[in-house]
């Protein structure tokens, strides 16, 4: 009797330790894939930021060559300005002078 009740304490022993390594390699697994999901996900979320960081470098870009031709347009437009000044100065000049002449 005593030798049933070892090796029934055996029997379910060993099904406790059968039913251990079983989580044990389920757990394994699911460790696994939460890590590939994981390394996917930061993967495609760096694939994601790069494109982004593209986009605004582009858009950048743009936006310094519009500045560019801005400040040229500003430049060579305050070039016209001044010359027209000038012009009207001496004009203002000369009118006085025949003003004063008369």
């Known amino acids: 009797e005593e030798e049933e009740r070892g090796e029934s304490e ?5 099904q406790e330790v059968g039913e251990l390594q079983v989580s044990v390699e389920l757990a394994c697994k699911e460790r696994e894939r939460i890590e590939t999901e994981g390394l996917a ?4 979320l760096s694939r ?3 494109i982004e960081l593209g986009q605004h470098t582009k858009a950048m870009d ?4 519009e500045c560019l031709e801005h400040k040229e347009t500003l430049q060579h437009e305050t070039v016209r ?3 027209e000044v000038v012009l009207l100065e001496t004009s203002v000049q000369t009118l006085s002078a025949t003003e004063r002449e008369r």
Do not use: N
């Open 10 to 14: 055996r029997q379910r022993v060993m």
């Open 81 to 83: 300005l001044r010359e």
């Open 62 to 65: 743009v936006v310094r060559r």
């Open 41 to 44: 996900a930061q993967h495609s």
């Open 48 to 50: 994601s930021l790069q």
